[in-house]
């Protein structure tokens, strides 16, 4: 059964602290890796990572993939209020022509003023 | 621009009835996906649909069902309502199934069942 763990599941800090969010998968067939960012409903894209070892950068965030570990952390530096959300990754994986995301329980950021 | 719409946004049901939820997904979009997501977990795939298809399904009773239409909207139906329904109902749409594409979640519909 195809698995993603993320962790910490929940995670309260200061505004200024930097975070790291980990995400590591069990699936067959991998495709991509992808996190996205849920506040009240919509989770929303923040990146896609296919090759191993490539960071991708986003503003304050970053994230880098590591297939031989199996496994994603997201980087989110000098944190600010509007960071608390939570953090979902998903792993793309396919059977013939069919593709699914399988998500992992998404970690729980809240950051302090 | 719009996004991928979701209708309703919530919806009180009682246990055994049936229910429609409805997704419009981006236009030029022709891939559907659908995901409940119970409080405190990740999204857990239900169905894909491209081109009006049904394109992978994920565990989920029969009582579950969807369909994909040829302005590439869709339908989840849902019977025989349980309690254990009440969830959040995602849709996500995207040019074609696969990584390159990328997924566009909707707001979801906020299904209670009492």
Redesign the interface.
């Known amino acids: 059964e195809d698995k ?1 763990v ?1 962790s910490p599941l929940s995670l309260v800090v200061h505004e200024g602290d930097t975070v790291t969010l980990n995400c590591s998968y069990e699936v067959t067939n991998f ?2 890796l ?1 996190w ?1 960012k849920q506040e ?6 923040l990146f ?1 990572l ?1 090759s191993s070892g490539i960071e991708k950068k986003s503003g304050r965030l970053s994230s880098i993939l590591d297939k031989k570990e199996l496994s994603s952390i997201l980087n989110i530096t000098a944190t600010q209020t509007g960071d608390s959300a939570i953090y ?1 990754c ?1 792993v ?1 994986n ?2 013939g ?10 970690t729980l950021l809240t950051v302090n003023p | 621009d719009a996004g ?1 719409t979701q209708s309703p946004t919530h919806l009180i049901k009682t246990r055994g009835q049936h229910v429609t939820l409805r997704c419009s997904p981006i236009s030029g979009h022709k891939s559907v ?1 659908w ?1 409940q997501q119970v409080l ?6 239900i169905f ?1 649909y491209y081109e009006k298809e049904e ?2 399904r ?1 565990n989920f009773p029969d009582r579950f069902s969807a369909r994909q239409f040829p302005n590439y909207s869709s339908e989840l139906n849902v019977n025989a309502l349980l309690l254990g329904d009440s969830a ?1 109902y ?1 849709c ?1 749409s995207s040019l074609a ?3 390159q594409y ?7 519909t ?1 299904l209670t069942v009492v």
């Open positions: 993603v993320q495709r991509s992808l996205y009240k409903k919509a989770p929303t894209f896609m296919t979902l998903a793309l396919s059977g022509s069919n593709y699914k995301l399988t998500f992992g329980k998404g | 991928v996906s995901y405190g977990q990740g999204p857990q795939f894909q394109r992978g994920g959040l995602l996500a199934p696969g990584a990328g997924y566009t979640f909707g707001s979801g906020r």
